[in-house]
């Protein structure tokens, strides 16, 4: 079945470490992204690519990086320069266009313990 | 620049009921529109889209949408809610950056279904 694996479901972090959520697609999509969910503030964009190798700074990028070798996968670390990485993550992808919908994996909370 | 604003951020409403949710949005071009719902602990579906083509948009699960621009407003809307509707609705509006869709969120509306 195509679609988008994020992994793990589940990830706690000691304060001061990095983490790095995995995001993986079969979709051949060539647009990726990646979302942070707050409880009240909906979902607000970390970083996205439109390409491999390219990546361009979301809303709140401070605190994260992301790489993109290959068109399946986009990686999300979060640094321990986050502040406040307490949150759900989110990782979609599209398709070229304007009213193209993006397919959201089933997302990994991150808790800092 | 693009925003959404939704107007409620809780509705409750009986088993049989309709739904409606509401949505505004701002964009400097004509906007492509989508309602996504989650369910807890889960990622976003999409329920429905615009695309010009037609106002009135039909989505999954019986759910609908109007485009209205002279208002700028895409409510969704159910004429029967069902218990298993009870989730969270995001209003989006998108706009082409390159080849990427940006998504911008509205902060969502939680659906109470009681019976």
């Known amino acids: 079945d195509g679609g988008i694996t994020q992994s793990p479901k589940y990830l706690f972090r000691k304060e001061g470490q990095n983490v790095t959520l995995s995001c993986e697609q079969n979709l051949n999509h060539d647009a990726m992204y990646w979302y942070r969910q707050d409880p009240g503030q909906g979902l607000r964009l970390i970083y996205y690519?439109?390409?491999?190798?390219?990546?361009q700074k979301g809303d709140i990028a401070e605190g994260y990086s992301v790489s993109r070798e290959k068109k399946e996968s986009f990686p999300l670390t979060v640094t321990s320069a986050q502040k406040n990485p307490t949150a759900f993550y989110l990782c979609?992808?599209?398709?070229?266009?304007?009213?193209?919908?993006?397919?959201f994996g089933q997302g990994t909370r991150l808790t800092v313990v | 620049a693009q925003s959404v604003t939704q107007l409620d951020s809780h509705v409750s409403v009986s088993e049989g009921t309709p739904v409606l949710l509401r949505c505004n949005y701002s964009s400097s071009y004509s906007p492509s529109l989508f309602w996504y719902v989650q369910h807890p602990n889960k990622g976003l579906q999409l329920l429905l889209k615009y695309t010009s083509a037609a106002t009135l948009v039909k989505g999954i699960n019986g759910f609908e949408a109007e485009f209205k621009k002279s208002e700028t407003s895409f409510h969704l809307t159910k004429p029967s809610a069902h218990m298993s509707d009870a989730a969270e609705y995001f209003c989006v509006v998108g706009a082409l950056t390159g080849t990427a869709s940006k998504l911008t969120f509205g902060t969502g509306t939680r659906l109470q279904v009681t019976l």
């Open positions: 690519s439109q390409i491999v190798n390219d990546f």
């Open positions: 979609a992808s599209s398709i070229f266009g304007m009213n193209t919908e993006a397919f």
